[in-house]
């Protein structure tokens, strides 16, 4: 059926990648299921595969939902607050949707964990890659009534969403500021970008020290940035840099990653801090640095 069975994944593997990090909430999970998903096609009897796309979309799909029980599982035992794993994203992507590029962040993916995995299996599909219910019926192998009342479920548990739609020169602006005044050990600069009510998070995994629970109000948040920044390292080099379709920073000490932040912003004041530095989830931006090809559909659309 296929000239180049090779080349026609290829076509695929992008969004195939996009949506099992939304899945997953994990770069490396998603790699993973993704070249698993590759050995099954390149297993699978061409002649049964009339839509490689929508077959392509079911293997992934299914494959993450059994990888999500086990994932639950063990972040029941996660120490400290979990984050999703961060990615670079490109700062001026191709033309896409809003939703599109707001289902990548950190916000979001936390907000998905709310979800049962069937819940979060229609609503990414849906809200994220506009499938019709007919569509998501034939991947999850469920009925199209059942497909309705799982996205209308996960809608009610999802809630109200906070959205900033802050131009990007703004947000990278604030941002600016705020590596600014981090780099200077600037209390007062630092509390200056704050909102009255800024939270941040941090991600060590137990492996580095992070603080296990959020941190709140602008002089906690702004002590607790210069004392992270100050244990790094003197030498430690802090950019800015997309981050998951947010504004946010890379913290490398001698070249390694060490830190990667994301940032919610309006454009006047930060809300909302999330920083990962648990080794573990840095090996992904590593090697996206090292490519320095920011521009590759992986990062964020997957189209």
Partial sequence: ??????AEFEEHRSRMFALAYRMLGSATEAEDVVQDAYLRWNGATREAIQAPGAWLARVVT?????????????????????????????????????????????????LLERLTPAERAVFVLREAFSYGYREISAVLDLSEANCRQLHGRA??????????????????????????????????????VLAAD???WSDGGGQVSAALRAVLGPAK????????????????ELTFAEVNGESGLVARVGGRVV???????????????????????????????????????????GS
Wanted: hydrophobic share 40%.
């Fill in 1 to 6: 059926m296929f000239d180049d069975p090779g």
């Fill in 62 to 110: 299914n494959m993450c939902l059994n990888r999500l029980t086990s994932a639950r599982a063990r972040r029941e035992h996660y120490v400290g607050p979990w984050l999703p794993e961060p990615i670079l994203t490109d700062p001026d992507p191709p033309a896409e949707t809003a939703l599109l590029r707001e289902s990548v962040s950190m916000a979001f993916l936390l």
């Fill in 155 to 192: 809608q009610r548990r999802l809630g109200e969403r906070r959205r900033f739609e802050a131009p990007a020169a703004r947000r990278r602006s604030i941002v600016e500021r705020f590596l600014t005044a981090a780099n200077d050990g600037d209390l007062a600069a630092l509390e200056r």
């Fill in 198 to 200: 800024v939270t941040a």
């Fill in 221 to 236: 948040v702004a002590r607790y940035v210069v004392g992270v920044t100050g244990k790094a390292s003197v030498h430690a």
């Fill in 259 to 301: 830190l990667v932040a994301a940032f919610e912003t309006d454009g006047e004041r930060i809300f909302v801090l999330r920083s990962v530095l648990n080794p573990d989830k840095l090996r992904y931006v590593a090697r996206q640095l090292n490519s320095q090809n920011l521009s590759h559909p992986e990062r964020l659309t």
